[in-house]
């Protein structure tokens, strides 16, 4: 069976010329998208998470807000525009720290570069994964599995999934019934606070997962949903 193709998760320091004229390529130079952004931070409040910060194109103009942001990029390259162009900003945006020193307040920014599937590579086989980050009480980190239990569930909160390596089939038992989905390299997934799910992996999988981990359950029951009402 053949694999699917991989993410190239460094891709933007294959030269050192992308990053430095990546904001500046058509149609990224022209996409309204920064006041739809900062206007979400805004309406919801600190802090946030930008997963692939990149050269700060949506994280600058957050700071500038007031809002405390977290970024986060495989890109060295990427995060060193970002991080020239934070230099120029006034003292309370450019107040860069190192992810995991604890929130910031008025727009301080935190920072880091992770090659998710490097990481992922020097993991051994269905280990527990390693943490790469904390934010706002939740854990970012990155695993690499092939088996995994036939059930779980995160009573503290939501669980963000994407996916850098391999294909994983994901069931969640919602009260409407059991939702299916496969997801593939790049894809993203969110698991709703306290429902049981089976993440099935097709092979080997490497994904980067965000969520709280105390109260975690597993279960190998055929429906767990049954054995925990028997145990209550």
Not at 4 to 13: E, F, K, R
Request: proline share 8%.
């Amino acid at each position: 069976m053949s694999q699917p193709p991989q993410v190239d998760a460094s891709g933007y320091d294959r030269a050192r010329f992308i990053p430095e004229f990546y904001d500046y390529v058509v149609p990224y130079a022209t996409r309204p998208d920064i006041g739809f952004y900062v206007g979400a931070a805004r309406q919801h409040g600190g802090p946030v998470l930008e997963l692939g910060c990149g050269t700060g194109r949506i994280l600058i103009p957050t700071a500038r807000a007031g809002i405390d942001i977290s970024g986060l990029d495989s890109s060295e390259g990427m995060l060193k525009v970002c991080r020239a162009r934070l230099d120029k900003e006034p003292a309370n945006v450019r107040g860069v720290r190192e992810a995991g020193d604890g929130p910031g307040h008025g727009g301080r920014v935190a920072m880091v570069a992770h090659d998710i599937l490097q990481a992922g590579s020097s993991l051994r086989p269905n280990s527990r994964g390693q943490a790469l980050a904390s934010f706002n009480g939740c854990t970012v980190g990155v695993s690499r599995f092939s088996t995994h239990p036939l059930w779980e569930r995160h009573p503290a909160g939501d669980e963000f999934l994407q996916v850098f390596e391999g294909e994983l089939d994901i069931t969640v038992l919602t009260p409407e019934g059991p939702v299916e989905s496969t997801l593939r390299p790049g894809a993203v997934f969110v698991v709703p606070k306290g429902l049981w799910h089976s993440p099935r992996p097709r092979g080997t999988v490497t994904l980067l997962f965000v969520g709280k981990a105390k109260g975690t359950e597993v279960s190998n029951a055929k429906d767990p949903r049954e054995s925990s009402r028997s145990a209550e």
